[in-house]
């Protein structure tokens, strides 16, 4: 049974993941993978596209993450201000959530940040720290000061 190179265009369990070369038997490659158009030869022509993808896809992320990286100075910068409702005991009512923060981004520093990368669910007055995931790389930690009122 021979072996042949194929480059896989989707992830496939037990194979490998969507852009790798993989060897698989010319059977399993022409009845399954080339049938369901989940892979196609590796001729030297795919080869060079797959490596100018990658390439391309290395310095979008790059770029991705520089921009991360000026925003999270510019979350760092200073410190976000909001108010809660607190009784007369000192106990407050409700709490300062993500999505909450998220407007204070927006209003403050005008970045548009999806609630569900900001790590915060504040219930007290005082000074606290909200983890902002802007990329796999860079997290901010964006200071919150929650004031009673």
């Known amino acids: 049974m021979s072996k042949i190179k194929v480059i896989l265009k989707e992830n496939i369990k ?20 080339f049938a369901q158009k989940k892979a196609i030869l590796a001729t030297p022509e795919e ?15 790059e ?11 510019l979350l760092e910068s200073k410190p976000l201000e909001t108010t809660i409702k607190v009784g007369n005991n000192g106990k407050s009512f409700g709490a300062i959530t993500s999505k909450e ?37 860079v997290k901010a930690n964006v200071k919150v000061v929650v004031k009673g009122k």
């Open 63 to 73: 770029k991705e993450k520089e921009k991360a990286k000026k925003n999270k100075e």
């Open 14 to 33: 037990g194979q490998g993941k969507k852009g790798e070369v993989i060897s698989v038997s010319e059977g399993y490659a022409k009845n399954f993978l």
């Open 101 to 137: 923060i998220a407007i204070l981004i927006k209003e403050n520093f005008n970045l548009d940040i999806d609630k569900k990368k900001i790590d915060a669910h504040f219930k007290n007055i005082g000074t606290h720290i909200a983890e902002v995931k802007l990329h796999n790389d």
């Open 47 to 61: 080869l060079k596209r797959l490596e100018s993808r990658k390439e391309r896809e290395a310095k979008k992320e």
